[in-house]
């Protein structure tokens, strides 16, 4: 095995052991014996099961980055998409669904947000904050340009879909294939994503703009 395929290999095993057990209840041995390895060779590569964690969460916040808005791109292209398209680029869960890696970060996050400051961070100002955030002023930009109607609450509107677009991506990690109570929570984001599209307000007409995403 390459010296490459190596220090991939423990961060690989140390992920789906973190993801699976937890990040304090999995040791250096334990990580070492899934590779497989002796412990010696680990510490060539990582200072410290600490350290795979810090690479894992620093990975997990880049990917992210490419899952949300960038802020100075918004109206780049603002005049030619329709506004589905453009509300629907927050739906990061979408990658959880596709993305192993992700999914058995967001776990780890998940887990250890109480007791590391780095993934603490990740949770209240990346996936709740900087998300509500981002997404007001996404919709106030489509407002702007006459994309969608005006909201009575812009903010509380992003609030209640963040709050809810993070409880299915918990569970969506959480939770067997299928499972019931996701299937009713990404009902309700399409819901909401369909009410993002009508100035906050259920559509009367019994169109579904997340209907038109599906198909493309």
Sequence with gaps: MSRKNTKERIFIEALRLFSE????ETTVRQIAAAVPANEATLYIYFDGKAKILE???????????RCFFIENSINANMQDEKP???????RWNKVLENDMFMRQAFRIVCMEQFTN????KLIV?????????????????LIEHKKIPAFDDTYTFAALWVQNIFAEAVLLVHSP?????????AAVNALLLDMAGNGGKPLGDGSHASACIARG
């Design 21 to 24: 057990q937890g990040y304090k």
């Design 55 to 65: 690479d894992i969460l620093n990975m997990f916040e880049r990917k992210l980055d």
């Design 84 to 90: 589905e398209k453009v509300l629907n680029r927050l």
């Design 117 to 120: 400051q780095k993934a603490e």
């Design 125 to 141: 100002e990346r996936l709740h904050i900087e998300m509500e955030k981002t997404l007001c002023l996404e919709l106030n930009n």
């Design 177 to 185: 294939p299928g499972a019931e109570t996701v299937c009713k929570l």
